[in-house]
């Protein structure tokens, strides 16, 4: 398994634009990456995910065309650009990693402790 360490989170305007990064610890190549999301009283959900070599990217729907994954597989990092957020973006934000490509949870079997992003209407 590899860890993983998300910062960047924390309180914006609705309009505004946070970016989360994720820090893994050995090769993170190896594994392809996502985003997943918990705001309170919800399932934890999917968000993006990207494929180990970065070519190949899935987003859920709700965030298309606002957020966009990338990872630096030299520094070990997988980045969250998120623009024009609105309040029900509001979650607790979590990094993981899987073996193979994919947009379910249960393939993911690294998390990080995840962080916080509150956004204010």
């Known amino acids: 398994q590899v860890q993983l360490v998300e910062s960047g989170g924390g309180l914006v305007q609705a309009g505004g634009s946070l970016r989360l990064s994720c820090a893994a610890s050995?090769?993170?190549?190896?594994?392809?990456m996502g985003w997943f999301r918990q705001a309170p009283g919800k399932e934890r959900e999917f968000v993006t995910t990207?494929?180990?070599?970065?070519?190949?990217?899935s987003y859920a729907e709700s965030v298309k065309g606002r957020f966009t994954i990338s990872r630096d597989n030299v520094e070990n990092t997988v980045y969250l650009q998120m623009n024009s957020l609105k309040p029900e973006d509001t979650a607790v934000y979590y990094c993981a990693a899987a073996r193979t490509y994919s947009t379910s949870r249960a393939d993911f079997d690294s998390w990080g402790q995840g962080t916080q992003v509150t956004v204010s209407s």
């Open positions: 050995g090769h993170s190549s190896s594994y392809a």
């Open positions: 990207i494929s180990r070599s970065g070519a190949i990217t």
